[in-house]
């Protein structure tokens, strides 16, 4: 026995009418660009690392108290945390099923890297304002 289906709508717009694509392509994007602006930071950062080994600390905070490493280092790690963010974001929604659960997860998350940021940011700007 079959039932007939008396929408007028077509099978397409009951297809849209599943589901949401409203942030999705955002999210994704916004992974992307954030990866792409990693690349060359950490390449930067590598580098940094390597020339700096065996310094001694008194040079290091002079490095580090330059304007432009000083904006670079920030801009590194603030990326590094948002891009990680976002990406556990992901695992959560793919493998937590609890609604409740995974907010909680996403936001001790963000705010965990919120702090870190913060923190990080206002102890590269003490050494380089301080010297």
Known sequence: MTTKNTSLR????????????KSGF???R???????ALIP???????????????????LRAWLAHPINAALFILFVVLGLHH???????VYEDYI???????????????LALFLGAAMTVSVLKIAILG
């Open 41 to 59: 930071l950490t390449i930067w950062f590598v580098i940094a690392v390597i020339a700096h080994l065996g310094s001694p600390l008194p040079e």
């Open 26 to 28: 955002a999210h994704w």
């Open 84 to 90: 990680g963010a976002n990406g556990m974001t992901e």
């Open 97 to 111: 099923h609890g609604h409740y659960t995974k907010l909680i997860a996403d936001l001790a998350t963000k705010g």
């Open 10 to 21: 077509t099978p397409l717009a009951h297809a849209r009418g599943l589901g949401s694509a």
């Open 30 to 36: 916004n992974l992307r660009v954030t990866a792409l």
